[in-house]
């Protein structure tokens, strides 16, 4: 028997990799193995096409698609979960007691979930997980989430906003933890399908990390003026977009999400859905 033969070793350009988005990102696609069923090469071996085909239900991007509906069910509840967990520590509250974003409204002196700073900066975690339940396969979408880092370093805003890393961390992985007890838990949810949809939402949120990193740590320093300068956008546009509501409109999403803060993500679904498949979420909400 001769020796396995071994695909070629791709080439990386360590200066694309801090000076354009595009093929950073095509970099930890192809790392992550994040795809869509169809981008499968026909050069692979025959067992890995075969185990994709009848083992892998689908690819990354038609998990994230596919499960969009169901994620967006969860998007009041993991809010409200993530902001009670903001407010447990004093380090990350403090980011919500100086006008450090657009905001101008009343400010309460002891914080809490309902205080008007904070509704606000719900408004924006509603719209930013929204966003993580659209189209993965567009160029935009991972557009979107690098302005999200570069928002966090205090550019690319009138008023600058800065977060340090170890808290960006810590609450990305609060949120995938959330998120995927909650898709796992899910009553209607095949196995293969929670599988699938976890497995792409990982690799989706550690892809945001490193976008986040990118724009804290100094790796790739030496290329600094060769990166792009961000435009400054008015708060809620991202990039170049409206995607917070003001008004009639924004009124109403602050009261159903409101409404939302202790009910179940799924009470849509059939009420004969068994007792022990009740919401994934109501021990965190009430913690």
């Avoid at 000076?19 to 095509?26: D, F, M, S, Y």
């Amino acid at each position: 028997m001769g020796p396995l033969s071994r695909r070629p070793m791709q080439h990386i350009d360590r200066r694309e990799l801090y000076t354009n988005l595009e093929t950073r990102i095509q970099y930890l696609h192809s790392f992550l193995d994040f795809s869509s069923r169809t981008s499968l090469s026909p050069d692979l071996p025959l067992f890995i096409l075969w185990y994709a085909n009848h083992v892998i239900s689908t690819g990354d991007i038609e998990a994230l698609i596919s499960g969009a509906k169901y994620l967006r069910a969860l998007i009041p509840a993991v809010v409200n979960i993530v902001y009670k967990k903001l407010l447990q520590y004093d380090i990350t509250a403090r980011a919500f007691e100086t006008r450090s974003t657009a905001y101008e409204g009343p400010m309460d002196g002891n914080i809490d979930e309902d205080s008007p700073q904070i509704l606000h900066r719900k408004r924006f975690l509603r719209v930013y997980l929204d966003k993580l339940c659209s189209d993965p396969g567009t160029m935009a979408f991972w557009e979107y989430l690098d302005n999200v880092g570069m928002m966090h370093v205090g550019q690319g805003r009138v008023h600058a906003l800065h977060v340090e890393y170890v808290h960006i961390g810590a609450t990305l992985s609060f949120i995938q933890d959330v998120m995927t007890e909650a898709i796992l838990s899910h009553p209607r949810l095949k196995m293969d399908g929670k599988i699938g949809l976890v497995k792409a939402l990982s690799k989706v949120i550690w892809i945001q990390n490193d976008l986040f990193a990118k724009w804290y740590v100094r790796d790739g320093d030496e290329f600094a003026k060769e990166r792009l300068v961000p435009e400054i956008e008015p708060e809620g546009s991202l990039p170049g977009k409206q995607s917070l509501h003001h008004g009639h409109e924004q009124q109403r999403e602050d009261e159903e999400a409101s409404s939302a803060m202790d009910s179940c993500p799924f009470k849509h679904l059939s009420t004969q859905t068994r007792e022990t498949d009740a919401d994934p979420l109501q021990h965190r909400s009430t913690e």
